[in-house]
């Protein structure tokens, strides 16, 4: 049996003495035969409504979750159901800095890009996120949960890895 200190999240030391293969002994899992992917919805337009709106300061953005649903369907493992699946979305809010930042196209700025993006977002979505008071009350309040939308969905590679993407977002047809 070893004993070895090891700073826990509270920055508090823990005296950890128990002998991995006794733990590890009592589990039985094997990675590389039971590795599965994560299921991906295909790509496509689908239904779904707001179930939570929260700011991210950390970068600056919005984070919509949307919940898929009326849609129908299966995942690309042929079982996962679409309806029921959660996805996200990021609207990128300026920060101090952005106007002196040209976009990659070399057209505008950083910030004049995400005003442009908030207001397309915004008339899409038939919502008023005009400026950040309104914003953050209707995060605070969730002024936004219910809100119907159809989601143009599809799948990118990321460090290796697919994941579904939300591509645009505009207020249902059908609700």
């Not at 003495?17 to 006794?22: L, V």
């Not at 196209?105 to 442009?116: F, H, L, V, Y």
């Given at each position: 049996m070893t004993a070895k200190k090891v700073e826990n999240f509270d920055s508090e030391e823990e005296d950890l003495?128990?002998?991995?293969?006794?733990a590890l002994g009592n589990l039985d899992f094997n990675v590389d035969e039971e590795y599965r992917p994560d299921p991906l919805i295909p790509k496509g337009i689908y239904h779904g409504n707001v179930v939570s709106t929260k700011f991210?300061?950390?970068?600056?953005c919005i984070v919509w979750d949307f919940c898929l649903h009326d849609n129908g369907g299966v995942m690309n493992d042929g079982q996962t159901p679409v309806d029921g699946a959660h996805v996200y979305f990021r609207n990128w809010l300026p920060k101090p800095g952005?106007?002196?930042i040209a976009t990659k196209?070399?057209?505008?700025?950083?910030?004049?890009?995400?005003?442009?993006m908030?207001?397309?977002f915004q008339e899409a979505l038939k919502i008023d996120m005009?400026?950040?008071g309104k914003i953050a009350q209707g995060i605070q309040e969730q002024a936004w949960v219910g809100v119907e939308a159809d989601l143009e969905i599809d799948a990118e590679e990321y460090q290796g890895r697919f994941r579904n993407v939300?591509?645009?977002?505009?207020?249902?047809?059908?609700f």
């Open positions: 003495t128990t002998d991995a293969s006794d991210n300061p950390a970068q600056f952005d106007d002196s196209s070399g057209k505008t700025n950083k910030r004049q890009s995400k005003i442009n908030l207001k397309d005009s400026t950040p939300v591509g645009r977002v505009k207020k249902s047809s059908q």
